[in-house]
């Protein structure tokens, strides 16, 4: 069964940093594309950031891509998400999710979602 | 990147089809075969319910089936059922590795 579970959400203050991981289990984890997407209480979906198999891709919204970085490590089966430099509108809950296949064009498995509070 | 346009909010009767539309332009929703549907029900994860623009998971109801014409890709669910009231959201590969989601539609089953 495919797992996804999201982990280092929490209260930060404007300015700050926090690292999220997803821990994956169930799959080949390095045979697919990981992706992060986003949702603000009570708002949409937003996709912030993917990353190829084997890493040598990465793609981020470009409203984030010069504070956010992905990146993963297929040894230990895990994404990851640095987030600096962090303000109230970043506010969301983070999901990690898995291709459906091994292309780059859906979102087919999803975690549960960390919740990110900026706030001071 | 905008945001797909989607309606905020559709109703039907149980037993009924409804259909909810994806707006996008040629750049995205226009240019790739590309789009997929979620479903929603509150706090809960997104669930994919068709990819590739009209391709089912298995385990999803055939009740649900995805088209596309020109700059707008639509889901329908036929059959409607008290269960299937959740938030949809479309979502269009729009070149270069990236995605966009449309702004989400509220299904109320009447």
């Known amino acids: 069964e495919v797992q996804l579970v999201e982990s280092g959400g929490g209260l930060v203050q404007p300015g700050g940093s926090l690292r999220l991981s997803c821990a994956a289990s169930?799959?080949?984890?390095?045979?697919?594309?990981m992706t992060w997407v986003r949702q603000a209480p009570g708002k949409g979906l937003e996709w912030v950031a993917n990353?190829?198999?084997?890493?040598?891709?990465?793609h981020y919204v470009d409203s984030m891509k010069d504070r956010f970085t992905i990146s993963r490590d297929n040894a230990k089966n895990s994404l990851y998400l640095q987030m600096n430099s962090l303000r109230a509108e970043d506010t969301a809950v983070y999901y990690c999710?898995?291709?459906?296949?091994?292309?780059?064009?859906?979102?087919?498995?999803w975690g549960q979602g960390t919740l990110v509070t900026v706030s001071s | 990147q905008s945001a797909l346009t989607q309606p905020a909010s559709v109703s039907g009767s149980p037993g009924q089809s409804i259909t909810i539309s994806c707006t996008g332009t040629?750049?995205?929703?226009?240019?790739?075969?590309?789009v997929s549907w979620y479903q929603q029900h509150p706090g809960k994860a997104p669930k994919l319910m068709i990819y590739?623009?009209?391709k089912r998971p298995s385990g999803v109801s055939n009740r649900f089936s995805g088209s596309k014409s020109g700059n707008t890709a639509s889901l329908t669910i036929s059959g409607l059922q008290a269960e299937d009231e959740a938030d949809y959201y479309c979502?269009?590969?729009?070149?270069?590795?990236?995605?966009?989601f449309g702004g989400g539609t509220k299904l109320t089953v009447l």
């Open positions: 999710a898995r291709s459906f296949q091994s292309g780059n064009s859906d979102f087919g498995y």
């Open positions: 990353m190829k198999q084997d890493g040598s891709e990465k």
């Open positions: 979502c269009s590969y729009v070149g270069s590795g990236n995605f966009v």
């Open positions: 590739e623009g009209i």
């Open positions: 169930g799959f080949t984890f390095s045979s697919y594309w």
């Open positions: 040629s750049s995205d929703v226009g240019n790739y075969n590309l």
